[in-house]
């Protein structure tokens, strides 16, 4: 199990690394990747309206997720803007 944490992570490490790069400079300066866990990506957005736009994106931010991934590592995206509970 630890080493399921481990890779988890690292590749969301590697996610917040290139987050910009990934789905864009706008998205990336309003949402960032806080938590994966059983192939749900979980997003802080800084406003609540931005979690309501991402979330009719959300098909296209997983497409190029995963692109980048090089596998279908993410299945659902869940948009807060609240912050995450420490890990």
């Keep these: 199990a630890h080493h399921i944490i481990q890779q988890k992570n690292r590749i969301l490490s590697r996610f917040g ?3 910009q790069e990934i789905v ?3 998205i990336a300066a309003h949402a960032k990747p806080v938590k994966l866990e059983f192939k749900r990506l ?4 800084t406003h609540p ?13 997983k497409a190029k997720i995963n692109k980048y991934a ?4 993410v299945q659902e995206l869940v948009f ?4 995450p509970p420490h890990l």
């Design 80 to 83: 807060t803007n609240l912050q």
């Design 42 to 45: 979980f997003i802080r957005t």
């Design 17 to 19: 690394t290139n987050w």
């Design 24 to 26: 864009g400079r706008d």
């Design 49 to 61: 309206a931005w979690a309501e736009q991402l979330k009719y994106m959300e098909y296209q931010l």
């Design 70 to 73: 090089g596998e279908k590592l």
